[in-house]
């Protein structure tokens, strides 16, 4: 497994908000923020 950078609640926010506005490219917003496509996919249906 590889170690993920640590990320804060105003990221994800960032993330999950770039990610909507791509149309839903979860694959696009976790090579841009450099963190796994598991964690924008949650995020993004937590929201």
Not at 12 to 27: E, F
């Amino acid at each position: 497994m590889t170690k993920e950078r640590s990320t804060t609640w105003q990221e994800r926010i960032d993330i999950v908000l770039y990610c909507l506005a791509n149309g839903q490219d979860y694959t696009k917003a976790a090579k841009q923020f450099q963190v796994s496509y598991q964690h924008v996919y949650g995020w993004v249906r937590k929201f």
